[in-house]
């Protein structure tokens, strides 16, 4: 038999959703109950080497230096033995199935299993990876094994805002796809701050916990009928027209819908942490006095937060947070690319005055109604801020 060997690395981005996915009506072909819509995070990522050898005995999982061993990569990497083999059939070639194995060395960024996606950005990887290797025409096809690997992995395909449909059927998923609402650029002053309080492993992981969801909470099917349809044209809207109060609103309601859910679920399942929620009010105490939704925040399935706003508002922001939290500077990992947030910098050295100028208005307004910052500073933990632009889609890198 002649020996055959063939690589490739891939980085591929995580990506938070906006409108959130929580429960399937379709385990196995990984349909969705609803429809969701995410953003792709450009500076948090797996990159993933993969090899497809046919002296390799099985097939290798290697995540951040552990070997992994999960039904959810054989249902990835027999669904692609099946498109390439079917090909090959067809042109009376050879089956890919008698003599290759896949060898996949992935390493992430960002803690996994702590709500931060991690399984997103690596099926991604490895979905994408494995299609350009075999030379699939249709990014659809690349979407589809994504999405068996990981649900939320098919909206890492695309870059910027994506929307995954959930389709008609539960049955049949060919309804079942991810489109593009729009690129990168559309919204090119729009960042996310990634603040990390808990880099521990999920005590009960998405897959279980959304089984349970939709097995026991009556609020879950309620939102599915008469939230997430109106939600989801509202903020496409929102994106489109950049218009961020109407992008902050829906954003933040669908997180705290979200984790209703895991309440109203029997058991209940609790993801968000004491950080968590002070950074919850932190957010509308901010909103509430600068007498706008400036800044957004959503959480997963974990209790490490994404606060959203627009480039101009950083400042402010930024004031305000360093007055409100105490927290081990030492410590934490801060994460200011220079390159991607050149604009930033400047206006956080340039502006500090200001912004203390706006603060003492603001104060003056606001004297009788809301004490902003706050006067005695709360204890967080958090162990990194990163600040990212919103993200590409897959890309080779070798």
Same mark, same amino acid.
């Given at each position: 038999?002649? #020996?055959?060997?063939?690589?490739?690395?891939?980085?591929?981005?995580?990506?938070?959703?906006?409108?959130?996915?929580?429960?399937?009506?379709?385990?196995?072909?990984?349909?969705?109950?609803?429809?969701?819509?995410?953003?792709?995070?450009?500076?948090?990522?797996?990159?993933? *080497?993969?090899?497809?050898?046919?002296?390799?005995?099985?097939?290798?999982?290697?995540?951040?230096?552990?070997?992994?061993?999960?039904? &959810?990569?054989?249902?990835?990497?027999?669904?692609?033995?099946?498109?390439?083999? &079917?090909?090959?059939?067809?042109?009376?070639?050879?089956?890919?199935?008698?003599? *290759?194995?896949?060898?996949?060395?992935?390493?992430?960024?960002?803690?996994?299993?702590?709500?931060?996606?991690?399984?997103?950005?690596?099926?991604?990887?490895?979905?994408?990876?494995?299609?350009?290797?075999?030379?699939?025409?249709?990014?659809?096809?690349?979407? &589809?094994?994504?999405?068996?690997?990981?649900?939320?992995?098919?909206?890492?395909?695309?870059?910027?805002?994506?929307?995954?449909?959930?389709?008609?059927?539960?049955?049949?998923?060919?309804?079942?796809?991810?489109?593009?609402?729009?690129?990168?650029?559309?919204?090119?002053?729009?960042?996310?701050?990634?603040?990390?309080?808990?880099?521990?492993?999920?005590?009960?992981?998405?897959?279980?916990?959304?089984?349970?969801?939709?097995? #026991?909470?009556?609020?879950?099917?309620?939102?599915?009928?008469?939230?997430?349809?109106?939600?989801?044209?509202?903020?496409?809207?929102?994106?489109?027209?950049?218009?961020?109060?109407?992008?902050?609103?829906? #954003?933040?309601?669908?997180?705290?819908?979200?984790?209703?859910?895991?309440?109203? #679920?029997?058991?209940?399942?609790?993801?968000?942490?004491?950080?968590?929620?002070?950074?919850?009010?932190?957010?509308?105490?901010?909103?509430?006095?600068?007498?706008?939704?400036?800044?957004?925040?959503?959480?997963?399935?974990?209790?490490?937060?994404?606060?959203?706003?627009?480039?101009?508002?950083?400042?402010?922001?930024?004031?305000?947070?360093?007055?409100?939290?105490?927290?081990?500077?030492?410590?934490?990992?801060?994460?200011?690319?220079?390159?991607?947030?050149?604009?930033?910098?400047?206006?956080?050295?340039?502006?500090?005055?200001?912004?203390?100028?706006?603060?003492?208005?603001?104060?003056?307004?606001?004297?009788?109604?809301?004490?902003?910052?706050?006067?005695?500073?709360?204890?967080?933990?958090?162990?990194?801020?990163?600040?990212?632009?919103?993200?590409?889609?897959?890309?080779?890198?070798?």
């Amino acid at each position: 038999m002649t #020996t055959t060997c063939s690589t490739i690395t891939v980085q591929a981005p995580m990506n938070i959703a906006l409108i959130k996915y929580w429960g399937k009506k379709n385990k196995d072909l990984i349909i969705p109950l609803n429809d969701s819509i995410s953003i792709t995070i450009n500076s948090l990522c797996a990159i993933t *080497k993969i090899t497809v050898d046919s002296n390799l005995e099985n097939d290798l999982v290697i995540i951040n230096g552990k070997i992994e061993n999960n039904c &959810r990569f054989e249902r990835v990497f027999n669904e692609v033995r099946n498109i390439v083999d &079917r090909r090959k059939r067809n042109a009376n070639g050879e089956l890919l199935n008698e003599n *290759k194995y896949f060898k996949i060395e992935s390493k992430t960024n960002f803690p996994i299993a702590a709500g931060l996606a991690s399984s997103a950005a690596g099926f991604a990887a490895i979905s994408f990876g494995l299609g350009s290797l075999f030379k699939f025409k249709e990014l659809k096809e690349i979407v &589809r094994i994504a999405r068996i690997g990981s649900g939320s992995a098919c909206r890492s395909i695309l870059d910027g805002f994506v929307h995954w449909k959930a389709g008609n059927s539960d049955e049949d998923d060919s309804e079942c796809i991810c489109e593009q609402i729009t690129t990168i650029s559309h919204w090119k002053e729009l960042r996310v701050l990634v603040i990390t309080s808990s880099e521990e492993r999920k005590k009960i992981g998405s897959t279980e916990a959304m089984q349970r969801s939709v097995l #026991t909470s009556k609020l879950l099917q309620k939102r599915i009928e008469e939230c997430v349809p109106e939600r989801i044209e509202n903020l496409k809207e929102a994106i489109l027209n950049k218009n961020f109060p109407q992008f902050a609103e829906i #954003t933040m309601a669908e997180s705290n819908q979200l984790h209703a859910i895991c309440l109203d #679920t029997y058991p209940p399942i609790i993801y968000l942490n004491s950080t968590s929620f002070a950074l919850m009010e932190f957010v509308h105490d901010f909103n509430t006095f600068y007498s706008s939704p400036l800044i957004a925040y959503t959480f997963d399935a974990g209790p490490n937060c994404f606060l959203f706003f627009e480039e101009k508002t950083f400042p402010l922001f930024y004031n305000s947070f360093k007055k409100c939290f105490n927290y081990n500077k030492d410590l934490i990992k801060i994460n200011f690319d220079e390159n991607e947030n050149k604009e930033i910098i400047k206006l956080i050295i340039n502006e500090e005055e200001n912004n203390g100028e706006i603060l003492k208005e603001k104060e003056e307004e606001n004297k009788n109604k809301l004490q902003f910052p706050w006067l005695e500073a709360k204890q967080i933990n958090i162990q990194q801020l990163l600040l990212s632009k919103l993200g590409d889609g897959p890309k080779i890198l070798e």
